[in-house]
């Protein structure tokens, strides 16, 4: 018994498209292809169709018909990826779901109507979806994928339904019967013979009889035929999900000892390995788990920044996570998974080139560390290492972040902004400091930090720091630490004895910061800053944001 | 068996040949380890570099910069030598600390003229315990510092590795100065003082310097003027301790040993020469 939906999806291209530009859906709009030099149509949407346009009509043409025809290039690749993301999205009614065309799904629904209510209401809620989904549909359930296809299209009613799955020969005559030949999936060359011969439905067709069929058309029509009434089955190709990289061993005796499971996981590493080198790719992320005798699960991870499949280099990363993996009374089953992957770039080999010696180190580009920096991450948290890149802003804390080291954009470095002068180290938040400064605008004469006096020989300044007026307040005082710049510090002071305290201010970034550039009597350089405009009777607090070399 | 008695005629000195001498050093390098193999990085100050066995600093040896927490001449100093040494060594640059606070937009003024490229190779770590906050960074994270440094300094492919570590004791300075010697990198690390520095016999970092902020001569409307440091080399190996006071052209960006004056400026004396 089987029973085959066939879903229909007329205008699939120009309704993919609107689905993004919803206000072209009211007005003509077609989808173009190039052949030949000429721009020929190779969809139209409703309304456009209504106007007069068929597919494969030049585009000049259309455009005399309709001035002011809103036009789109052909994009089949993304028509096909969509297409497969829908025929996915089916796998809510069976698990079996092909595809039929570029325009088409096939639906194996025997067993599953009850799941819905009855075929009938899985073919309604079917096209109630495709509806809300924006896309024209049309259905039709039969016992055989010819059946449905030919009703799917020429059927009068939408959804149709026909027949209960036994092959009944008479029903699915009388409902194909008047259906036009070219229902029948042949090819048009077939069909204007077919037509010339005067043999317009498939009734006709298949009153003659088979070997007459078969001379003059070759097999193809007369298998079609076959197929239609269910004589011939004809199978459907489901799209199967892609099978998880994920490799285990099963132990008869559970494993303990430390040098039994570095081998385990050395041999499940080549194995893994292998897969995703077939495939083009390579792991991200590593999960090793222990599955213990105890019930319980003990796992390691680990990540690496560049997609590998260099076994050597993923267990000296595993190597320290071993020590802290405990097998416990030993473990039955051991797993490795790769739930990150990433398909190889072009230029992967250089990661190899570390273990080649120093000629490969005179290249200057970053590749050559991808092992270390995967160490150092593994061991440091991710993020541990960072290029630390330029950030368009006027705030000293904001203008440095914190970016991967092997981004695109490292290739082609951006410079630093000239502003003023910088210091080379900045305190993150900055460091409030006991000033005294002649009122309103003068530099302060000394100030005191972390119990230390220091009397000012020379200073420059200021330099007014406005605060980032387009910003508003709560997203200026969240993210007052650079965007990066270690954002997860927990603004810990220094090992000393009193901590000075903190940035306190209500609304931080609010306030103007006038900046100087300040030299103590010993030769020192500071940074330091007048929190907000001087008000009488307020005493303004100072800020040390900085070390000058 | 009779001997010379008193002072009998000294033999004629002789004047020690440059040639032999550089020869000898040369193989003593060569079996040492350092300088011959990696090559090294002159400091672009020309009495400094006369002074130093080997005409700069060598690679692949480990040299410490002391200096004061507060001061950020041992940071500026160190930004100098990594520009010096990405101008002529192709090769990223690591930068390793537990607290970071490196600010490329002032590091990069340091350096030579042009020479600003260098903070796009900069990699910076930061290298403490994930997931606890600084204050609890004492132990575990002083430990991962030196492990990340030891593992960056051993692979082969950075130009230069420095490092910020609050301590130093001598089997990590050893093993640190073994793992520079296989990864031939220029080995910075920056730290403060200790008390037991000066009775440290066995020092095992090829060179050991302190740099601190010297008060500047004055601009023109008593702003501060250009950066000046006292450099001293505490330690060489090969050498002799010596300081100096230099100063940079904010031009240029190159340093100078300036004059003992009495204001210490060149510009002064060269101005009072004037007028």
Known sequence: MRRVLSLWLPRFATDRATRTRPLWRARPFVITRAEGGRLLVAAANARAESSGMTPGMTLADAQALVPGLLTLPTEPVEDARALLLLAEWCGRYTPWVASDGADGLFLEIAGCGHLFGGEDALARDLLERMARFGLAARVAVADTPGAAWALARFGAANPTLLGDGSYEGTMLAAALGPLPTSALRLSSAHVEELRRLGLRRIADIAALPRAALTTRFGPGVARRLDQAFGRDFEPLAPHQPAAPDRVRSAFAEPVRAREAIEAVLADLLGRLCARLAERGHGARRLDFALYRTDGTVATASVGTSRPSTDTRHLARLFAEKLDHLDPGFGADVIALAAPLTEAFAAAQTTHLAVYGGVSSATRGGLDVLAPLVDRLDNRLGAGAVARLAPVDSHLPERAVARRPPFAAAARRPAPWPARGPRPVRLFDPPEQVDAVAPVPDDPPVMFRWRNVLHRIARADGPERIAPEWWRTPAARNTSKTAPGLFPDSSSDSPDDARAPTRAAAADEGAATRDYYRVEDTEGRRFWLYRHGLYRPGAAPAWFLHGLFG | ?275
């Not at chain 2, 004629?12 to 090559?39: F, M, T």
């Not at chain 2, 702003?223 to 000046?228: F, L, S, W």
């Open chain 2, 1 to 275: 068996m009779s001997g010379t008695h008193g002072f009998a005629a000294q033999p004629a000195k002789r004047r020690p040949d440059r040639a032999v001498l550089r020869s000898l050093r040369r193989q003593i390098d060569a079996l040492g380890g350092c300088g011959a193999r990696h090559g090294t990085v002159a400091l672009g100050i020309v009495e400094i570099d006369r002074h130093l066995p080997w005409g700069g600093l060598p690679r692949g040896c480990l040299h410490e910069i002391l200096g004061d927490k507060a001061d950020g001449a041992p940071l500026a100093f160190t930004a100098h030598l990594l520009a010096l040494l990405s101008a002529r060594h192709a090769g990223p640059v690591l930068w390793l600390s537990a607290r970071g606070g490196l600010y490329p937009p002032g590091l990069h003024t340091f350096g030579p003229e042009g020479a600003g490229a260098w903070t796009a190779r900069l990699l910076a770590v930061r290298a403490r315990t994930p997931g606890r906050p600084i204050s609890e960074q004492r132990g575990a994270g002083h430990r991962n510092l030196i492990w990340a440094l030891e593992e960056t300094l051993r692979t082969r492919g950075p130009a230069a590795v420095a490092a910020e570590v609050g301590q130093l004791d001598l089997v990590a300075a050893r093993r640190l100065q073994l793992a520079a010697e296989e990864g031939g990198a220029l080995a910075l690390v920056l730290r403060e003082a200790a008390k037991d520095d000066a009775a440290q016999a066995r020092a095992t970092a090829v060179t050991r310097w302190h740099v601190q902020s010297a008060p500047s001569a004055s601009c023109a409307w008593g702003g501060p003027g250009a950066v000046r440091w006292r450099i001293e080399l505490l330690r060489c190996r090969g050498g002799a301790p010596r300081g100096w006071m230099v100063e940079r052209d904010d031009e240029t960006g190159a340093f100078a040993v300036v004059a003992a004056l009495r204001d210490g400026s060149r510009h002064a004396h060269a101005a009072a020469l004037a007028g």
